[in-house]
């Protein structure tokens, strides 16, 4: 009996073990999970719109139809647009002034990053009646004008105006020519850099238009072979100013719709020189315009009588390094016109400033060493100004509110971890949507003192699919290192049934660029890909270097003019200190990076031969003498006056000291971080006769997407890490 026992025992503990295994086996992530099924994909809320009375908002489902719900019920008050036409793709949508019609952007064919053409619609709520914007060619960046009478939009580098009373289709410029004249729009670096595309705007009455022109015809060719799968490839030439190389000329002009006259405005005599962002003030006749040096040191903001085009400087600041590059919401004014705010580092700290249009100071509104992140806007009723900022401390983000006088500040926010707010019109309610280390995207809706109304978004699917997959644990570090007098922040992703006496493999994942920040409380960048490392061993690690943001300017542009060095150095040493804890195998260490985590991945296994054994880089910048003029200059400064810092810190310079195994990783149709990257990296690796793998997706721009290809892409990641480590 004791024998038949021992028996049953030994069989039903082997029961219990194949099922407990196969429930393993079940529940392992897979490359399909993440890249096909989407199953660890966050969901949001698209296309968030609140309406004039700040009491209902819209979002866009399914891309075609647009729901109207209320704030305070949370229920559907309206479905404003709905179709069932499967060819009818809504990429955005615009609401006139009135809410009377909504202006739709319909199958939009992208042309970078933010541009694209689409055809337009324009449908009346009232009478249903939808109507296309014109019939002459497709659109860019169409545009209501206040009074809901008119829209403006852009085709052939020409700024045209359609009347919706009469459907008469005016052109007001001319001389609008691919590579040559760009009338309303941006030019490339102007839309990769300063964030925006429509480049017109209508004065506060709508009978004017301000918009820029960009001359771009001094500004050198980038040649881009289009395979589109033909016999014969296509040759895509467009401007792209490199580091040093010319710019496009930029003027600013204004339109009246009246007299059908255009007038030039005063920006200066200089033309080698940036306006990141021009804004009617509350007066009809007075714009505002941000102007910046080539060196980008030196800010001021103009404001200019439009009927004479004179402008006079209300306000300048010059930096020591640089200035950090300005925001869509840098100028905000107050209803009265009397007041605007910017933001500033002249105290070390990014802060809010509050002048009047005069340009005399009049309040500070934050201080203290800690960031503002984000700016909401003014609620006027209340004098109280919303933000987002990292006071609790550098990896984390909550919402706040003050007053302009600078009394009262309020924290909103409830939860530790990464908010984000978005307003309703008029500040009654707010969209929080916060997210932690641990937890994924949760999106709530509260009234304007922070109290919650309702949840919105709790992404409890995701929450299930984390659990089921049994998610290894994540945690926050700092690692001290040798060259640095900052510790520097890290999140490491250890392994299910992590055993101190074992040896793993260390992954080290990095961005690193200026001002950006990957360790951060919330939900992390490329979590499940990492959780897959950590299922197959891996302990996995993200570590911000000197150069990152929420830190301070100090922390921040100390990397000025040496892109790279100061970076390495801190990724090699801290990686190091990691390879020496007793449960790291030092003798296997890899570091994987995109884009600038693409050129500091390479840069650290050129470098760091002693700690790291492989790298993937995936879009690197090769020589910062190959990058965009806006982007490189501004940490840079000119190559003229800093060849050693192009060079020096360039990984064409340092192939020869390449002991290790590489993966070069780029999509040929990259606009961005171009090809000839990876292409001169590779020709510098063959003549230093250094052996390394390189993977290129055709067609395929900076963010290497579509169709099967990311996860042909982390294939081919995955593959060489476990091969390699």
């Known amino acids: 009996m004791k024998y038949l026992k021992n028996t049953l025992s030994i069989i039903l ?321 107050t209803a009265d016109g009397r007041y605007f705010i910017i933001n500033s580092e002249k105290n070390g700290w990014n802060h809010l400033y509050l002048y009047d249009m005069n340009g005399k100071l009049i309040n500070q509104l934050t201080n203290g060493e800690w960031e503002v992140t984000d700016f909401y806007g003014i609620d006027d009723e209340t004098q109280t100004v919303y933000y987002q900022s990292t006071e609790e401390s550098s990896i984390k983000r909550a919402v706040y509110s003050i007053k302009l006088d600078g009394s009262k500040k309020k924290k909103l926010s409830e939860k530790a971890g990464n908010n984000k707010a978005d307003f309703s019109k008029g500040f009654k309610y707010y969209v929080n949507t916060y997210s932690s280390l641990k937890t994924p995207k949760h999106i709530t809706l509260h009234n304007k003192k922070g109290k919650l109304i309702r949840v919105l978004e709790d992404n409890q699917e995701l929450k299930q699919a984390i659990h089921d997959y049994n998610f290894a644990p994540v945690e926050f570090m700092t690692i001290n290192t040798p060259s640095s007098k900052w510790d520097l922040n890290a999140v490491m992703i250890k392994p299910n049934n992590f055993n101190p006496d074992k040896k793993y493999p260390l992954m080290v994942f990095l961005y690193g660029g200026p001002g950006s920040q990957i360790v951060q409380d919330s939900w992390v960048r490329r979590q499940a890909f990492h959780q897959l490392l950590a299922q197959k061993g891996y302990v996995v690690v993200y570590i911000d270097n000197r150069g990152t943001g929420g830190r301070g300017e100090e922390f921040k542009k100390m990397t000025y003019g040496q892109l790279g060095k100061y970076e390495t150095i801190d990724q090699i040493e801290a990686a190091e200190y990691l390879s020496n804890l007793t449960y790291i195998d030092e003798n296997r260490t890899g570091i994987w990076g995109w884009s600038y985590g693409g050129f500091m991945s390479a840069s650290c296994l050129f470098h760091g031969a002693k700690v790291f054994e492989m790298a993937v880089s995936v879009a690197p910048v090769s020589s910062y003498r190959y990058y965009d003029s806006i982007y490189t200059e501004l940490y840079m400064g000119l190559p003229g006056d800093n060849a050693s810092g192009y060079d020096d810190n360039s990984l064409l310079s340092n192939v020869d000291k390449l002991k290790g195994e590489l993966l070069l990783i780029h999509g040929t149709g990259d606009d961005n971080v171009h090809f000839q990257n990876s292409i001169e990296l590779s020709r510098k690796l063959t003549e230093a006769n250094k052996q390394f793998e390189m993977q290129f997706y055709v067609d395929k721009a900076h963010s290497i997407r579509g169709g099967t290809t990311r996860l042909h892409l982390f294939t081919r990641i995955t593959d060489f890490i476990l091969e390699n480590l």
Request: aromatic content about 14%.
């Open 13 to 333: 503990c082997s029961i219990l073990a194949v099922n407990t295994l196969a429930q393993k086996i079940q529940n392992e992530i897979t490359l399909e999970d993440i890249y096909v099924n989407g199953k660890f994909s966050e969901r949001g809320v698209s296309g968030l719109r609140s309406m004039n009375d700040g009491e209902y908002f819209t979002t866009l489902e399914g891309k075609r139809k647009i729901v109207k719900y209320s704030y305070k019920t949370g229920e559907v008050a309206d479905i404003l647009f709905n179709t069932i036409d499967s060819n009818f793709e809504i990429q955005a949508y615009e609401f006139s002034s009135d809410e009377s019609k909504i202006l739709l952007a319909v199958n939009a064919e992208y042309i970078y990053r933010r541009s694209y053409t689409a055809d337009y619609y324009v449908y009346d709520i009232v009478s249903q009646k939808l109507n296309k914007l014109s019939d002459n060619g497709r659109q860019k960046y169409a545009h209501f004008s206040p009074n809901a009478l008119k829209v403006g939009f852009v085709r052939d580098n020409n700024i045209f105006v359609k009347d919706l009373k009469t459907n008469a289709e005016t052109q007001i410029t001319f001389d609008g020519k691919f590579n040559y004249i760009i009338n309303g729009g941006t030019d490339w670096v102007y839309e990769e850099e300063y964030s925006f595309t429509r480049a017109f705007f209508w004065s506060p009455n709508g009978d004017k238009i301000a918009y820029y022109k960009f001359d771009e015809s001094e500004v050198k060719v980038f040649n881009m072979t289009k395979y589109n799968n033909d016999l014969y490839p296509e040759n895509y030439a467009f401007k792209y100013p490199k580091a040093g190389e010319k710019n496009s000329v930029v003027s600013i002009h204004v339109y009246d719709l009246a007299s059908k006259e255009t007038s030039t405005m005063d920006i200066g005599k200089e033309k080698d020189q940036y306006i990141p962002r021009i804004k009617w003030t509350t007066e009809n006749n007075k714009l505002s315009i941000i102007r910046l040096n080539r060196l980008q040191n030196h800010i001021e903001i103009l404001l200019t009588n439009t009927d004479t085009g004179d402008s006079r400087v209300i306000y300048e600041e010059k930096n020591k390094y640089y200035i950090t590059r300005i925001k869509d919401w840098y100028m905000t004014t």
